[in-house]
């Protein structure tokens, strides 16, 4: 937990799941980069919530001094989320429902 300055995360699962397993793993201030078509900017209401709650925020600016391309979603720390992560079970049917709910 909180040990690494950045995670990468490609094809391994949705926003909402990535979000949630990965942000524990950073330390604050640290980025999370998930390879994919869609971009920070394109996230629903509901994923830009979850991932504020786990202490994620886009952060676009960063990418040009981390040498990231223009795919995917550039995350960085601000805080910590409280209670995550959860079961996966759990984790999964939220996403489902987040993703639902749009």
Known sequence: R???DMVVSRAMAGVYICAELGAPL????GFMYLYSNQTGGGLSANIMSHCEACGLAVDEGARG???IAE???LFIKTGEGRGI???FSVIKREAARAENAN
């Open 85 to 87: 992560p959860r079961h």
């Open 2 to 4: 909180g040990a690494f």
């Open 26 to 29: 950073l330390k604050k201030e």
């Open 65 to 67: 001094e981390l040498g």
């Open 71 to 73: 795919d995917g979603i």
